[in-house]
Nanobody, 124 residues
Framework: QVQLAESGGGLVQAGGSLRLSCVAS????????MGWYRQAPGKQRELVAH???????NYADSVKGRFSISRDNAKKAVYLQMNSLKPEDTDVYYC??????????????????WGQGTQVTVSS
């Protein structure tokens, strides 16, 4: 089984910064992509940023220039540095990873995994 453990959420004033961390553990053969999504009550989960093997990144237009995603392959971790935070960034942030698992049979299974979510609150 695979687990994603998030940390780093909290309360910050507008204009401030937070850094989210997510570490993957368990039966991991390969990690293809890692990223962050966010979701407000009653709304769909939306992509914030993700990074794939090779370091290619993609950001939501609303966070470009303010957020930066990075990855540490050795630690199986992904980070989201959030600067110049705005009240509209308030959401629950979820770590996502697309991970391949190898079974004893040699079969490789590729699946999407999610963290439990971490609350980010930006006060005006």
């Amino acid at each position: 089984q695979v687990q994603l453990a998030e940390s780093g959420g909290g309360l910050v004033q507008a204009g401030g910064s937070l850094r989210l961390s997510c570490v993957a553990s368990g039966n991991i053969f390969s990690i293809y992509a890692m990223g962050w999504y966010r979701q407000a009550p009653g709304k769909q989960r939306e992509l914030v940023a993700h990074i794939i093997s090779g370091g290619i990144t993609n950001y939501a237009d609303s966070v470009k220039g303010r957020f930066s995603i990075s990855r540490d392959n050795a630690k199986k971790a992904v980070y989201l540095q959030m600067n110049s935070l705005k009240p509209e960034d308030t959401d629950v942030y979820y770590c996502h990873a697309r991970i391949a698992t190898m079974f004893l049979s040699g079969e490789i299974s590729e699946n999407d995994y999610w963290g439990q979510g971490t609350q980010v609150t930006v006060s005006s």
